[in-house]
Protein backbone atom coordinates (compact mmCIF):
# COMPACT_ATOMS: atom_id res chain seq x y z
CA UNK A 1 0.00 0.00 0.00
CA UNK A 2 1.74 3.26 -1.26
CA UNK A 3 0.88 7.13 0.60
CA UNK A 4 0.90 9.51 -1.38
CA UNK A 5 3.63 12.02 -0.47
CA UNK A 6 2.66 15.15 0.86
CA UNK A 7 4.80 18.30 -0.40
CA UNK A 8 4.98 20.23 2.60
CA UNK A 9 6.94 22.95 0.41
CA UNK A 10 4.00 23.84 -1.89
CA UNK A 11 1.70 23.82 1.54
CA UNK A 12 3.97 26.84 2.81
CA UNK A 13 1.62 29.64 2.00
CA UNK A 14 -1.58 27.56 3.28
CA UNK A 15 0.49 26.64 6.47
CA UNK A 16 1.68 30.40 6.78
CA UNK A 17 -1.88 31.44 6.70
CA UNK A 18 -2.76 29.68 9.54
CA UNK A 19 -0.07 30.77 11.93
CA UNK A 20 -1.23 34.33 10.83
CA UNK A 21 -5.22 33.52 11.72
CA UNK A 22 -4.40 31.69 14.78
CA UNK A 23 -2.03 34.20 16.28
CA UNK A 24 -3.29 37.71 14.77
CA UNK A 25 -6.68 37.12 13.59
CA UNK A 26 -7.28 35.33 16.90
CA UNK A 27 -4.71 37.30 18.93
CA UNK A 28 -6.03 40.37 17.49
CA UNK A 29 -9.83 39.55 19.02
CA UNK A 30 -8.39 38.54 22.26
CA UNK A 31 -6.89 41.55 22.23
CA UNK A 32 -9.45 43.95 21.76
CA UNK A 33 -12.57 41.66 23.55
CA UNK A 34 -10.57 40.09 26.29
CA UNK A 35 -12.17 38.01 28.87
CA UNK A 36 -15.77 39.51 27.17
CA UNK A 37 -15.69 38.13 23.74
CA UNK A 38 -16.52 34.69 25.87
CA UNK A 39 -18.55 32.33 22.98
CA UNK A 40 -17.73 35.17 20.48
CA UNK A 41 -14.33 33.58 19.82
CA UNK A 42 -16.48 30.51 18.79
CA UNK A 43 -19.52 32.18 17.11
CA UNK A 44 -17.25 34.50 14.95
CA UNK A 45 -20.15 35.86 12.77
CA UNK A 46 -21.25 37.70 15.87
CA UNK A 47 -17.43 39.36 15.90
CA UNK A 48 -16.71 40.00 12.64
CA UNK A 49 -20.05 41.99 12.27
CA UNK A 50 -20.49 43.78 14.87
CA UNK A 51 -21.54 47.09 13.43
CA UNK A 52 -24.80 46.05 12.58
CA UNK A 53 -26.08 47.71 15.70
CA UNK A 54 -23.88 50.84 15.36
CA UNK A 55 -24.90 54.58 15.34
CA UNK A 56 -25.10 56.25 12.17
CA UNK A 57 -21.56 58.41 13.61
CA UNK A 58 -20.03 55.35 13.94
CA UNK A 59 -21.08 53.77 10.66
CA UNK A 60 -19.81 57.62 8.95
CA UNK A 61 -16.47 57.03 10.36
CA UNK A 62 -15.95 53.64 9.15
CA UNK A 63 -17.06 54.63 6.05
CA UNK A 64 -14.22 57.30 6.36
CA UNK A 65 -11.70 54.80 7.36
CA UNK A 66 -12.65 52.66 4.73
CA UNK A 67 -12.12 55.45 2.04
CA UNK A 68 -8.66 56.64 3.39
CA UNK A 69 -7.38 52.85 3.25
CA UNK A 70 -8.50 52.43 -0.49
CA UNK A 71 -7.04 55.92 -1.26
CA UNK A 72 -3.60 54.88 -0.21
CA UNK A 73 -4.15 51.78 -1.78
CA UNK A 74 -4.33 52.97 -5.19
CA UNK A 75 -1.33 55.46 -4.32
CA UNK A 76 0.73 52.36 -3.72
CA UNK A 77 -0.39 50.85 -7.03
CA UNK A 78 0.15 53.91 -8.63
CA UNK A 79 3.69 54.76 -7.70
CA UNK A 80 4.25 51.26 -8.82
CA UNK A 81 3.22 51.64 -12.42
CA UNK A 82 0.24 49.18 -11.76
CA UNK A 83 -2.79 51.84 -11.63
CA UNK A 84 -3.00 54.89 -13.75
CA UNK A 85 -6.17 56.50 -13.11
CA UNK A 86 -5.07 59.62 -10.86
CA UNK A 87 -8.51 61.32 -11.05
CA UNK A 88 -10.14 58.53 -8.96
CA UNK A 89 -7.52 59.22 -6.31
CA UNK A 90 -8.13 62.45 -6.33
CA UNK A 91 -12.46 62.23 -6.26
CA UNK A 92 -11.64 59.77 -3.26
CA UNK A 93 -9.29 62.19 -1.55
CA UNK A 94 -11.61 64.96 -2.29
CA UNK A 95 -14.93 62.83 -0.56
CA UNK A 96 -12.92 62.04 2.63
CA UNK A 97 -11.79 65.23 2.79
CA UNK A 98 -15.78 66.62 2.94
CA UNK A 99 -16.41 63.32 4.95
CA UNK A 100 -14.06 63.87 7.63
CA UNK A 101 -14.75 67.50 8.48
CA UNK A 102 -18.30 66.32 10.64
CA UNK A 103 -16.19 64.33 12.41
CA UNK A 104 -13.42 66.04 13.69
CA UNK A 105 -16.19 69.41 14.29
CA UNK A 106 -18.37 67.04 16.23
CA UNK A 107 -15.25 65.35 18.20
CA UNK A 108 -14.40 68.92 18.99
CA UNK A 109 -17.98 70.16 20.57
CA UNK A 110 -18.34 66.31 22.38
CA UNK A 111 -15.28 65.10 24.13
CA UNK A 112 -15.02 61.43 23.96
CA UNK A 113 -17.81 60.51 21.23
CA UNK A 114 -14.40 59.76 18.96
CA UNK A 115 -13.59 57.05 21.30
CA UNK A 116 -16.75 55.71 20.90
CA UNK A 117 -17.14 55.92 17.03
CA UNK A 118 -13.62 54.37 16.44
CA UNK A 119 -14.51 51.31 18.99
CA UNK A 120 -16.40 49.92 15.86
CA UNK A 121 -14.34 50.11 13.31
CA UNK A 122 -11.48 48.72 15.37
CA UNK A 123 -13.85 45.83 16.13
CA UNK A 124 -14.56 45.20 12.74
CA UNK A 125 -10.57 45.48 12.25
CA UNK A 126 -10.93 41.63 12.67
CA UNK A 127 -12.70 41.08 9.20
CA UNK A 128 -10.21 43.18 7.78
CA UNK A 129 -7.44 41.00 8.94
CA UNK A 130 -9.13 37.81 8.11
CA UNK A 131 -9.65 39.08 4.36
CA UNK A 132 -6.30 40.26 4.02
CA UNK A 133 -4.78 37.20 5.12
CA UNK A 134 -6.98 34.64 2.91
CA UNK A 135 -6.22 37.30 0.09
CA UNK A 136 -2.49 36.90 1.14
CA UNK A 137 -2.19 33.49 0.79
CA UNK A 138 -4.40 33.18 -2.52
CA UNK A 139 -2.30 36.02 -4.16
CA UNK A 140 0.96 34.17 -3.52
CA UNK A 141 -0.33 30.68 -5.07
CA UNK A 142 1.12 30.60 -8.80
CA UNK A 143 -2.41 28.93 -9.92
CA UNK A 144 -5.21 30.07 -7.99
CA UNK A 145 -7.57 26.78 -8.26
CA UNK A 146 -4.78 25.75 -5.43
CA UNK A 147 -5.36 29.25 -3.71
CA UNK A 148 -9.57 28.86 -3.44
CA UNK A 149 -9.15 25.42 -2.87
CA UNK A 150 -6.95 26.13 0.67
CA UNK A 151 -9.10 29.18 1.18
CA UNK A 152 -12.05 26.64 2.27
CA UNK A 153 -9.79 24.47 3.60
CA UNK A 154 -8.87 26.98 6.29
CA UNK A 155 -12.78 26.54 7.82
CA UNK A 156 -12.20 23.82 9.49
CA UNK A 157 -8.86 24.58 10.89
CA UNK A 158 -10.14 28.23 11.88
CA UNK A 159 -13.25 25.96 13.86
CA UNK A 160 -10.53 24.08 16.03
CA UNK A 161 -8.41 27.55 16.59
CA UNK A 162 -11.28 28.64 17.70
CA UNK A 163 -12.22 26.08 19.80
CA UNK A 164 -8.82 25.99 21.21
CA UNK A 165 -9.05 30.02 21.71
CA UNK A 166 -11.91 29.10 23.92
CA UNK A 167 -9.94 26.99 26.25
CA UNK A 168 -7.43 29.39 26.56
CA UNK A 169 -9.69 32.34 27.44
CA UNK A 170 -12.13 30.27 29.77
CA UNK A 171 -8.91 29.12 31.64
CA UNK A 172 -10.53 25.43 31.47
CA UNK A 173 -10.46 22.40 29.30
CA UNK A 174 -13.92 21.69 28.19
CA UNK A 175 -14.39 19.01 25.96
CA UNK A 176 -18.37 19.20 25.85
CA UNK A 177 -17.68 22.50 23.75
CA UNK A 178 -16.88 20.15 20.65
CA UNK A 179 -20.23 18.21 20.55
CA UNK A 180 -22.46 21.54 21.60
CA UNK A 181 -20.99 23.29 18.84
CA UNK A 182 -22.48 21.74 16.37
CA UNK A 183 -25.67 21.61 17.78
CA UNK A 184 -26.11 25.30 17.94
CA UNK A 185 -27.71 26.95 15.31
CA UNK A 186 -24.93 29.82 15.37
CA UNK A 187 -22.09 27.40 14.58
CA UNK A 188 -23.84 26.55 11.39
CA UNK A 189 -24.12 30.70 10.49
CA UNK A 190 -20.53 31.53 11.49
CA UNK A 191 -19.20 28.28 8.60
CA UNK A 192 -21.39 29.68 6.14
CA UNK A 193 -20.26 33.07 6.76
CA UNK A 194 -16.42 31.56 6.94
CA UNK A 195 -17.09 30.50 3.52
CA UNK A 196 -18.80 33.56 2.36
CA UNK A 197 -15.95 36.17 3.32
CA UNK A 198 -12.78 32.99 2.67
CA UNK A 199 -14.45 32.55 -1.22
CA UNK A 200 -14.61 36.38 -1.76
CA UNK A 201 -11.56 36.84 -0.83
CA UNK A 202 -10.04 34.03 -2.29
CA UNK A 203 -11.36 35.41 -5.77
CA UNK A 204 -10.28 38.73 -5.00
CA UNK A 205 -6.18 37.65 -4.31
CA UNK A 206 -6.70 35.23 -8.03
CA UNK A 207 -8.07 38.14 -9.78
CA UNK A 208 -5.34 40.12 -8.54
CA UNK A 209 -2.95 37.90 -9.13
CA UNK A 210 -3.90 37.27 -12.87
CA UNK A 211 -3.94 41.10 -13.03
CA UNK A 212 0.01 41.45 -11.50
CA UNK A 213 0.66 38.33 -13.68
CA UNK A 214 -0.25 40.17 -17.23
CA UNK A 215 1.36 43.45 -15.96
CA UNK A 216 4.66 41.40 -15.61
CA UNK A 217 3.86 40.02 -18.93
CA UNK A 218 3.37 43.78 -20.54
CA UNK A 219 6.58 44.76 -18.90
CA UNK A 220 8.75 42.56 -20.01
CA UNK A 221 7.42 42.50 -23.62
CA UNK A 222 8.14 46.33 -23.10
CA UNK A 223 12.07 45.76 -21.79
CA UNK A 224 12.48 44.11 -25.25
Same mark, same amino acid.
Given at each position: ????????? /??????????????????????????????????????????????????????????????????????????????? !??????????????????????????????????????????????????? /????????? /????????? !??????????????????????????????????????????????????? /????????????????
Amino acid at each position: MKFKKIEFV /RQTNFILALLLIHFVFFGYLSNVYKKNIRTGVLFLHQVLFPSMSISLFSLWTIIVVVLIIVMVFLVILTKIGFYENKLL !IGLLALISLFLIIPIVLKALVTPGVLEIAIQAPVADFSLVILVGIVFFMVF /RERFFEYGI /RNSIWLIPF !IIVQSWIWYWFISGEFDITVIGAYFLNINSYITILTLLGINLAAAILGATA /REKYNAFIMRTKKIEV
